[in-house]
């Protein structure tokens, strides 16, 4: 963030909204049509679960989806990353084992970290987590307590998982009493309508045998400033997660849970996501673009279909941090591969993101990264 922050430099680093594409106006309007009771409300603490006008209306955004909202028990938490957090303390005892995709979303390596578990790292293709190392791992005589995936427009990997991978994966775990945390903060975000049925959700599938703890976000659809996100889970994890929510913050925000819940009410929500969507995908296919146009063959990526990220694979023996300081000379940052490792090790790779940076910074800057790129190599 230092960086970043720094006069003249652009950043493909933040997994962050573009400040303008928040929808100012029209959250102005909404909260300026509130009568006083409900303003009141926005300033006074709530219930730890979350107000009931937005659990209701956001149960039905995400029943839309195919979510179990009715049958299991939703809670609104300060982001998705406090979600992750209370699942950790809820499972997790020091020295306990995680299953988690390398490379992973540091938020959640953080948050099992703290609790101090063992992190093992599962392999990550394009359809998705290993189906082989899940396998092996399913069957340890050290099973693990919770299996962690982001299966839609992954964070770092931008992939979206295959139908076929996401059963794969659930027909391994059934049965074997490992809890799995699907985490789904930018599945909104798609570009294309054809990806629409690789987007439901693990947990709407209701698999036998398996406990799926659903987590989301309004950071993505909405602002992260609002410090909202959600958790789905059935009755018996969700009352362990109350009880560490109010020791955490006893409730989230209700100043902006009044604001999401008017700007779910209103309709506006939905206009609001294709825009964003729709200008999302305008940078990433200009990234990709100038990517193919510039980047050395021996460097392996896929074009996003959604989200906000493109991970570069670069050769085994080049060093990213290399690449970084190279491209830093020139004013631009990205995060560096080791970040997103459980066990920090792997540099050959880096994420760039295409959400915080606008046409003309994409297109001044990803050619400084390729250069950069091609100097390292060059250098071996």
Same mark, same amino acid.
């Given at each position: 963030m230092k960086l970043v922050t720094r006069p003249g430099i652009i950043s493909f680093a933040g997994g962050m909204p573009d400040n303008d594409l928040f929808p100012i106006s029209e959250v102005d309007e909404l909260f300026g049509r509130l009568d006083v009771l409900k303003k009141q409300q926005a300033f006074q603490y709530g219930p730890t679960p979350g107000l009931p006008s937005l659990l209701e209306s956001l149960g039905e955004f995400l029943a839309a989806r195919g979510l179990p909202t009715e049958r299991e028990r939703l809670m609104i938490t300060t982001g998705s990353q406090q979600a992750i957090s209370i699942l950790a303390r809820a499972f997790l005892?020091?020295?306990?084992?995680?299953?988690?995709?390398?490379?992973?979303?540091?938020?959640?390596?953080?948050?099992?970290?703290?609790?101090?578990?063992?992190?093992?790292?599962?392999?990550?293709?394009?359809?998705?987590?290993?189906?082989?190392?899940?396998?092996?791992?399913?069957?340890?005589?050290?099973?693990?307590?919770?299996?962690?995936?982001?299966?839609?427009?992954?964070?770092?990997?931008?992939?979206?998982?295959?139908?076929?991978?996401?059963r794969r994966l659930v027909e391994t775990l059934a049965w074997k009493d490992i809890v799995l945390i699907e985490d789904d903060a930018y599945g909104e975000l798609y570009f294309y309508e054809e990806d629409k049925p690789h987007l439901k959700p693990i947990k709407a599938e209701n698999p036998e045998g398996l406990d799926v703890c659903y987590t989301g976000s309004f950071s993505k659809i909405l602002g992260p400033g609002l410090r909202l996100g959600w958790l789905l889970a059935?009755?018996?994890?969700?009352?362990?997660?109350? +009880?560490?929510?109010?020791?955490? #913050? /006893?409730?989230?925000?209700?100043?902006?849970?009044? !604001?999401?819940?008017?700007? =779910?009410?209103?309709?506006?929500?939905?206009?609001?996501?294709?825009?964003?969507?729709?200008?999302?995908?305008?940078?990433?296919?200009?990234?990709?673009d100038?990517?193919?146009?510039?980047?050395?063959?021996?460097?392996?990526?896929?074009?996003?279909?959604?989200?906000?990220?493109?991970?570069?694979?670069?050769?085994?023996?080049?060093?990213?941090?290399?690449?970084?300081?190279?491209?830093?000379?020139?004013?631009?940052?990205?995060?560096?591969?080791?970040?997103?490792?459980?066990?920090?090790?792997?540099?050959?790779?880096?994420? +760039?993101?295409?959400?915080?940076? #606008? /046409?003309?910074?994409?297109?001044?800057?990803?050619? !400084?990264?390729?250069?950069? =790129?091609?100097?390292?190599?060059?250098?071996?």
């Open positions: 005892d020091p020295g306990d084992r995680v299953l988690v995709e390398n490379p992973c979303f540091i938020g959640a390596l953080s948050a099992f970290k703290s609790c101090q578990a063992e992190l093992t790292g599962l392999s990550v293709d394009k359809e998705g987590i290993s189906i082989g190392e899940l396998d092996v791992e399913a069957n340890s005589t050290d099973p693990a307590k919770l299996l962690y995936i982001t299966p839609y427009f992954h964070n770092p990997g931008g992939i979206l998982y295959s139908m076929e991978r996401k059935s009755e018996e994890i969700y009352e362990r997660c109350e +009880l560490i929510k109010q020791s955490y #913050d /006893a409730c989230s925000p209700s100043f902006t849970q009044v !604001i999401a819940d008017e700007f =779910i009410r209103s309709g506006q929500i939905f206009p609001y996501i294709e825009r964003v969507r729709t200008e999302y995908r305008k940078r990433a296919l200009l990234m990709g100038i990517l193919e146009a510039t980047l050395p063959t021996d460097v392996a990526w896929t074009r996003p279909r959604g989200g906000f990220y493109i991970w570069l694979a670069l050769p085994e023996h080049i060093d990213a941090s290399e690449v970084l300081e190279l491209s830093l000379e020139d004013g631009v940052v990205f995060v560096i591969g080791k970040t997103f490792d459980p066990q920090g090790r792997r540099n050959n790779t880096l994420r +760039l993101s295409y959400c915080n940076t #606008d /046409a003309s910074q994409i297109e001044r800057g990803i050619p !400084i990264i390729a250069s950069a =790129i091609k100097k390292v190599m060059n250098r071996y």
